[in-house]
Each structure stands twice: as C-alpha cells, then as structure tokens.
C-alpha cells in the first residue's frame, strides 16, 4: 500500500512538479540570452553576489545557508578577458575599409571650394584680408627633433607636413604654446593616412592649451613600457578652443581624448571629431578611467562618423565608456558613430555612449556646478554594438 502512495505521489504530483520547473528554467534561460546576452546562470553570478554580501550583513542567522548558496553560484564571467579568436579587427588604417564611419586612406584635408559650375571660387574680402595678416607656410618635417623645433616657431596659418615615417617621442607629453586664428588655424597633418605613425611613451601625448588647431591624416600608437601609463593621444584643457581632430587612428591609451577645462575657469569649446577610429590593442591594465572619448565640461562639441572599439579597463571597477559628455555640458553632439564594444577581446563592463558618463565630482563641473550634468545634448543615429552588461 506504501508503495502505491509513493508511485501516485511520484507519477502524478513530482515528475509534473519536476517537468514544470525544467520548462520554466529553460524559458528564463532563453529570455534571459535574449534580453541579456548571457544565461541565466552568468547573470546569476553577475548579480546575486552582491545581493548575498548585503543579506550575510542584516541576517547572520542564514549565513551557513547563504554560503552554501554562494558556493553555487559562478564566478562573475564578465571579467574574465579573453580574444575573440577568429575577430577581424583593424591592426592600423589600411585594414579599416568603410566608408560610412572611421578614418579613411583617401582622405582630402584641404578641399578646394568650388562655385556651382565646378571652378575654384573666389576668395572673399575677409579671407583676403587674413591672408594678408597670416600669409601662412607650409612647413616640411622629416624628425621628432625638426617636428618640435618647428613647433615652438609656428605662427597662425601654418602647416606642418610630416614626412612619411615613424616618429618616436618620450616623457611627459607634447605641449605646444602658439595659437592659431579662426580663419588661420594652426594645422599639423600628413599627406595620406598611413604613411605617418607616431609612437608616444608618454602620459599625455598632444596637451594642447591655446586655440584653433587642426590635426589630420596621423596614425598614433601609444607604446609606453608601463602599459597603463599612457593616458592620453590629446588632453585638449583651458583655452584650447576650436580644435579639430580629423582622419586619425588612435589605439592603445586609457582614454585616448580627453577634454577638460582649466582651474583658471577657460573652457576648450567648439571642438570636432571627424573620421577617426579609436581603438586598444589589449584591456587596459589600470584603474584610471577607460573612455576613448572623454569630454567633460565643454559647450559645442560634435563628434561623429567616427569608430570605438575594444576599450576595457582591467583594475578597478573594471567599467569603460566608449564616450560621454557630462560635467554641466551643454550642446553637444554625437552623431553618426559606430561603437564596437567587443572586436577582438571580450570581457568587462563596456558602456557605449553617454550624457553624464558616472557623474562628475563639483570641482570637475563647469563653473563648479554638478547639478545637471548635459545640456541639450544629442545622440542620434549611432550604432552601438556587442557591449556587455
């Protein structure tokens, strides 16, 4: 009789009891993948740890059965960085092929204006008055030694050509002090992509504080011996107003722009970001920031038709942004961007783009004012992709 109890118990109440939940894990599992990219399982140990941490505080009395639970939950598989295998991501411009977003090899950086039959149209009144004021010279360099000496000599209108070749730079950074004019920026280009790299073992690279400079067409690779130790491709602080950054290949920095004001209350506003791509070899070893883009407490930036892709910071929080705006920003712009959070590493927490990033301290804020952190700024038109939560 017993055993008759126990084969009904079994056939008609456990094994449909058993059914019934193996049907509904398989259906949160697969929700689960769908909305999140992972199993249930991965978010599991992504959130619940903390979770358990929090209740071992308020309740002690469950602590031997919170253990046991935490002894079944998985490691949290999001930090654990590895390649992609069989990922074609760009080593440097050449292998970068399209021409919606990102830098291209067929670049014009100086495109002659033309009337509406096609002829070189003529040159207006101002423009020929400021050209009488800052005539301008096209300056060759062919050295990192001949490349600084020409930069503490040029004037507003000047362009400095690199010749093709590497270019190797140590120490603190590149700090240039002239400035340039609206109508005669100060231009530091190459002829073709590719045909330029320059290698910096340096915190801060490009540390540009005064006005109307324009870079193009370089590759900028950091190689500092301590990884985590390159900061930044350009700290563009102060002053330094109506920069343009067009045509690059940036890769191997924490954050490889980054755009700031000063403690003097100036501000770099009005700044462009065109037909560049920034992208890190490796996550990075450090608990600095990770932001290829990152622009705090300026007013009127834009930054579009550009690529992001493999940023991760490895230390600390282990969070990145591809970019953000913040700090009381006010009318900025991202547009057109393509953001590839995982390309041939995967691992982290990748963030695509933001207005308020993760918040920003008083002292950071324009005018010391933390209450709002973007102003009228826009996305539109983006593709974000592959980003981990």
Not at 339 to 359: A, D, E, F, I, Y
């Amino acid at each position: 009789m017993a055993k008759r109890k126990i084969a009904k118990f079994v056939k008609y109440l456990l094994l449909p009891a058993l059914g019934c939940c193996l049907i509904t894990l398989i259906v949160v599992d697969q929700w689960s993948r769908y909305r999140f990219g992972a199993s249930a399982y991965q978010m599991a140990g992504r959130h619940l740890p903390r979770e358990i941490a929090w209740q071992k505080e308020q309740r002690p009395s469950l602590k031997p059965v919170l253990l046991i639970i935490e002894k079944l939950i998985p490691a949290d598989d999001r930090y654990n960085f590895h390649p992609i295998e069989a990922a074609g991501a760009p080593l440097w411009s050449e292998q970068w092929t399209s021409d919606l977003a990102g830098p291209s090899t067929n670049f014009r950086s100086q495109p002659v204006k033309q009337d509406l039959l096609g002829r070189p149209a003529p040159a207006t009144r101002r423009e020929l008055l400021n050209k009488a004021f800052y005539p301008g010279h096209d300056i060759q360099v062919n050295s990192p030694e001949t490349f600084k000496k020409a930069l503490k000599n040029v004037r507003p209108g000047d362009t400095l050509t690199l010749a093709p070749g590497v270019y190797s730079f140590q120490g603190r950074s590149i700090s240039p002090r002239a400035s340039g004019e609206k109508l005669a920026p100060i231009r530091i280009r190459a002829e073709r992509l590719g045909e330029v790299r320059l290698q910096f073992d340096l915190l801060e690279g490009f540390h540009i504080t005064s006005p109307h400079w324009i870079f193009e067409n370089l590759e900028i690779e950091g190689v500092c011996k301590k990884t985590w130790r390159c900061e930044h491709a350009f700290h563009i602080v102060g002053a330094a107003r109506n920069v343009t950054l067009r045509n690059l290949f940036i890769k191997n920095f924490n954050s490889h722009i980054k755009v700031n004001g000063s403690k003097a209350g100036f501000y770099p506003d009005g700044g462009l970001i065109e037909y560049s791509m920034f992208i890190n070899d490796q996550p990075r070893p450090t608990s600095n920031p990770v932001s290829p883009i990152d622009i705090v407490a300026v007013n009127d930036w834009i930054v579009r038709k550009s690529v992001v892709a493999d940023f991760a910071k490895a230390q600390g929080d282990r969070i990145s942004y591809a970019g953000f705006f913040k700090g009381g920003a006010r009318n900025n712009l991202f547009e057109q961007n393509l953001v590839l959070c995982q390309l041939r590493h995967q691992g982290g927490v990748r963030l695509g783009l933001s207005l308020g990033g993760g918040g920003t301290s008083v002292n950071a804020s324009r005018d010391k004012d933390n209450s709002i952190e973007s102003f009228g700024g826009i996305l539109k038109r983006n593709v974000i992709a592959n980003c981990p939560l």
